[in-house]
């Protein structure tokens, strides 16, 4: 299976802040990386796919790059509703695999 | 408007039995591959199994290969988990999900159903 890792694993922040959360995948998985927020007691919601692929209502302040094995998802200005915990997500092939976590607090 | 409601959730004796279900509604439910991912207490991701349009192609995590069966009712719009000598470390929320373009992106959960399994 392929290892999804993320760092950090934990991040404060304050409000206004950019913010940078990186995924690395044990192997390559050109840009199949998709990335999740899930809000305590929420289901997760998909946030970008493809590496960088903004899901349809998704702010533009949310983006992500990255291919092969490392990856990017960076939030321009952080706002109040955006401190969740965000999961990075291969589907490269299967089983798709997911990252930890990086948990994003208020700082 | 994309809707999955899961249900049958519970407490169930290790070694026992439960059953799933996810209904589905405001798209084409036959026309998606769908999933099953679980979270454990204060835990990450984990992706469970798929299951094709027509429901025959079906694919598990190892470790619940053997013990979960996925299977669709495309008549009902309804996705069922059967989950059979149930463990302790099985213990989670489980997620149905849609999945984007057969492409193992899960573009819509439901609100999870919790399963305990404990004695």
């Known amino acids: 299976d392929i290892q999804m890792t993320q760092s950090p694993s934990s991040l404060s922040a304050s409000v206004g802040d950019r913010v940078t959360i990186t995924c690395r995948a044990s192997q390559s998985i050109s840009s199949y990386l998709n990335w999740y927020q899930q809000k305590p007691g929420k289901a997760p919601e998909l946030l970008i796919y493809?590496?960088?692929t903004l899901q349809g209502g998704v702010p533009s302040r949310f983006g992500g790059s990255g291919s092969g094995t490392d990856f990017t998802l960076i939030i321009s200005t952080l706002q109040p509703e955006d401190f969740a915990t965000y999961y990075c997500?291969?589907?490269?092939?299967?089983?798709?695999?997911f990252g930890q976590g990086t948990k994003l607090e208020i700082k | 408007e994309v809707q999955l409601v899961e249900s049958g959730g519970g407490l169930v004796q290790p070694g026992g039995s439960l059953r799933l279900s996810c209904a589905a509604s405001g798209f084409t439910f036959s026309s998606y591959w769908m999933h099953w991912v679980r979270q454990a207490p204060g835990k990450g991701l984990v992706w469970v199994s798929r299951?094709?349009?027509?429901?025959?192609?079906?694919i598990y995590a190892d470790s619940m290969k053997g013990r979960f069966t996925i299977s669709r009712d495309n008549a009902k719009n309804t996705l069922y988990l059967q989950m059979n000598s149930l463990r302790a470390e099985d213990t989670a929320v489980y997620y149905c999900a849609r999945d984007l373009r057969a492409a193992r992106v899960f573009d819509f959960w439901g609100q999870g159903t919790l399963v305990i399994v404990s004695s």
């Open positions: 299951i094709n349009t027509d429901g025959i192609s079906t």
């Open positions: 493809a590496s960088s």
């Open positions: 997500q291969q589907s490269y092939t299967s089983p798709a695999t």
